[in-house]
């Protein structure tokens, strides 16, 4: 059976963590206590909505602070495969910890908010990518249902992306609108 090895990068809340979340859920590696404690955090935060990144913040700072520190490996499997993911951190001071989660990856998946564009952060973590070597990239503009699906949006993100990675040594780039919370894809 092949493996896989791929990273999730980007900026502060673009949705890494729940991107992975949703993986893990939709491909049934979740036990079912770890979905009801994830369920009952939920409800305790005040979310009308399953807080899916839970299910990869390990660490109790990062539960509390809401944000992700260490890079933290998820595994899962298909009939077809197996994955490891490694959900890297998205904030300025944890970037080398990104790089230690890029450093095995096949592809590199970036993360953009849809509502923010490109920042700076992704910018970066698309250059380490391709410093790293990362044979394939996918950019992944991110949280689409909050802009209606606005395909202006998307084609405006996909442009400013794609022009920059010229200058990157990027030999497989994707480009795919998702929204990570819900499970929605189109592409």
């Not at 893990?24 to 770890?34: G, P, T, V, W």
């Not at 499997?77 to 230690?100: E, L, W």
């Not at 698309?126 to 689409?144: D, E, F, G, T, Y």
């Not at 699906?149 to 994707?174: C, G, M, Q, R, S």
């Amino acid at each position: 059976m092949d493996l896989l090895r791929f990273a999730t990068a980007g900026s502060v809340d673009d949705g890494k963590s729940t991107l992975i979340g949703r993986l893990l859920l939709d491909s049934k590696s979740i036990f079912e206590d770890q979905l009801e404690a994830v369920e009952a955090s939920s409800v305790s935060k005040g979310y009308d909505y399953t807080d899916l990144a839970l299910l990869t913040d390990g660490l109790r700072s990062e539960r509390e602070q809401g944000i992700t520190i260490d890079v933290a490996y998820r595994y899962f499997a298909t009939p077809s495969r197996k994955f490891i993911i490694a959900d890297t951190p998205g904030h300025i001071q944890y970037t080398r910890n990104m790089v230690t989660g890029a450093s095995t990856a096949d592809p590199g998946l970036v993360l953009v908010d849809a509502r923010r564009g490109l920042t700076e952060q992704s910018r970066r973590h698309a250059v380490l990518l391709s410093l790293l070597r990362v044979p394939h990239l996918v950019l992944a503009v991110n949280k689409m249902d909050l802009v209606d699906w606005d395909e202006a949006v998307y084609e405006k993100i996909h442009k400013e992306f794609t022009t920059f990675a010229t200058k990157l040594n990027i030999p497989d780039l994707e480009v795919i609108p998702i929204s990570a919370l819900p499970g929605v894809t189109t592409s």
